[in-house]
């Protein structure tokens, strides 16, 4: 269901049953809710091999206490079952993100790579351990609480897109303002991601590689304190791609917005602050680097 909503200059929709990120009571109470500082400008942290042991890992302390966490993963499960099989998509993660980091996660098909960012957004529930964004355990939030947690805190590019397909690009990415304040300009982050001419068209009428940029306009525009990413260059051309890694390594670098990527590029890895490699539902590694290459060098 659509609400649209006609203001001088601008349209806003809410899809209220298909957007993960919204349901109208939230919208309500969102508005009234504190919105979060953004993060501090910090030194960079020294190379460090945190861990490196296969699917089991231990906790993971920050390895600056001048850096400000924003997440911690501990013992985090998803377990699926069905009938008398369990299946862990992801088994005991212990891992520690600080605000304002550019985070790469690696790892094979399968590996569990889209299930820990669906954690990280609260768009899943763990089965198991504790889940801290900002001090508070998002496994103990009820459906309400981790509503207003997305809709506040988390912007998403889906590994799909999930645009509304009734939409036009440029609504698609207005919805944002309905969902919290201190978005940009839906045509600026249109514009950024080189839509400017195709901003009227919808998804149907756009090649995966437009609608994989409005997905990214989408989320760049909800100016969120966690930009999560899957896969976001999945569908891009070469020069096209290394634009969205810079995009995104600018709401990093400038903004101090922490980003979070899942890809299948190793080369990737290069311009992040931490990498994560993930495989058979485990965290095999996670890697933090002193000098990340700009999204610009990056060649693929
Ligand atoms: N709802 C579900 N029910 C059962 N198993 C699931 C479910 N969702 C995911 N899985 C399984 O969990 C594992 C991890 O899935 P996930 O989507 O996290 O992989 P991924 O690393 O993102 O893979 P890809 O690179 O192909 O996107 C897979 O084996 C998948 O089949
Ligand atoms: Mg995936």
């Known amino acids: 269901m ?10 806003e929709f809410i899809d209220i049953e298909n957007d993960p990120t919204l349901d109208k009571k939230t ?9 979060m500082e953004p993060a501090k400008t910090e030194a960079k942290k020294p190379v460090k091999i945190v861990a490196e042991k296969p699917a089991k890992t231990e906790s993971v302390e920050p390895i600056n206490e001048d850096k400000q966490v924003l997440i911690e993963f501990k013992d985090v499960c998803k377990k699926y079952v069905q009938g008398d099989n369990e299946f862990y998509a992801l ?16 790892g094979p098909s399968g590996a569990g790579k889209s299930t820990l960012l669906n954690l990280l957004g609260g768009m899943d529930s763990a089965s198991g351990g504790h889940i801290w964004f900002d001090g508070e355990d998002l496994t103990t939030f009820n459906d309400n609480k981790l509503t207003a947690y997305r809709a506040q805190n988390v912007g998403v590019v889906f590994q799909f897109y999930n645009l509304i397909p009734t939409l036009t ?27 400017a001419e195709h ?7 756009m090649s995966g590689g437009e609608q994989q940029r409005t997905s990214i ?27 969205v890694l810079r995009l995104l390594q600018l709401m990093s670098r400038e903004k101090k917005r922490t980003v979070v990527m899942v890809t299948h590029n190793s ?26 290459k700009d999204a610009s060098e990056v060649q693929w």
Not at 94 to 101: A, D, K, P, V
Not at 267 to 291: C, P, Q, W, Y
């Open 2 to 11: 659509f609400r649209k909503k006609n203001t001088p200059g601008e349209i």
């Open 27 to 35: 919208k309500k109470k969102s508005k009234a809710k504190k919105s």
């Open 91 to 106: 088994k005991d993660a212990s891992l520690t993100i600080n605000e304002g980091e550019m985070v790469v996660i690696l």
């Open 169 to 195: 690009a440029y609504e698609n990415v207005a919805l944002m303002k309905d969902i919290k304040d201190g978005t940009t300009d839906p045509k600026e982050a249109l514009a950024a991601v080189g839509l």
């Open 199 to 205: 901003m009227h068209q919808f998804p149907s009428q």
């Open 217 to 243: 306009a989408r989320a760049l525009a909800k100016n969120p304190r966690l930009l999560l990413c899957d896969e976001p260059t999945g569908a891009l051309d070469t020069d096209t791609g290394r634009e």
């Open 267 to 292: 080369l990737f890895a290069d311009i992040a602050d931490t990498v994560i490699r993930v495989k058979n539902g485990g965290i095999k590694s996670i890697v933090h680097n002193e000098t990340p």
